[in-house]
């Protein structure tokens, strides 16, 4: 129904900062939770942030939270997120997904295809 395209990501130093987006076509996202995953090689894809349809709530996994800062402009059919203070973690893909939930999660059938992010030390 909707269709997502990450963008914003290369190589960073630690400690600097990034901005990604995630661009929506096909369908107004104005209506739908937005969340923010990463998956590092090897590991399984985790939660790191999440925006409420109107804007109005967020929510952060612990290990971003006070780094990381998400935010939509639902004109632009668009979520972003802030990333400061990377930590030299290697090298990250993040994905963007439509209609996150706090109970359910993700949705499996709406997810873009990532941007990676490469922190160097």
């Known amino acids: 129904q909707v269709q997502l395209v990450e963008s914003g990501g290369g190589l960073v130093q630690a400690g600097g900062s990034l901005r990604l987006s995630c661009a929506a076509s096909g369908r107004s996202i104005s209506s739908y939770a937005m969340a923010w995953f990463r998956q590092a090689p090897g590991k399984e894809r985790d939660f790191v942030a999440a925006i409420s349809w109107r804007g109005d709530s967020t929510y952060y996994a612990d290990s971003v939270k006070g780094r990381f800062t998400i935010s939509r402009d639902n004109a632009k059919n668009t979520v972003y997120l802030e990333m400061n203070s990377l930590s030299p973690e290697g090298a990250d893909v993040y994905y963007c997904?439509?209609?996150?939930?706090?109970?359910?999660?993700?949705?499996?059938?709406?997810w873009g295809q990532g941007t990676q992010v490469t922190v160097s030390s």
């Open positions: 997904n439509a209609g996150w939930g706090m109970r359910l999660g993700p949705r499996n059938d709406c």
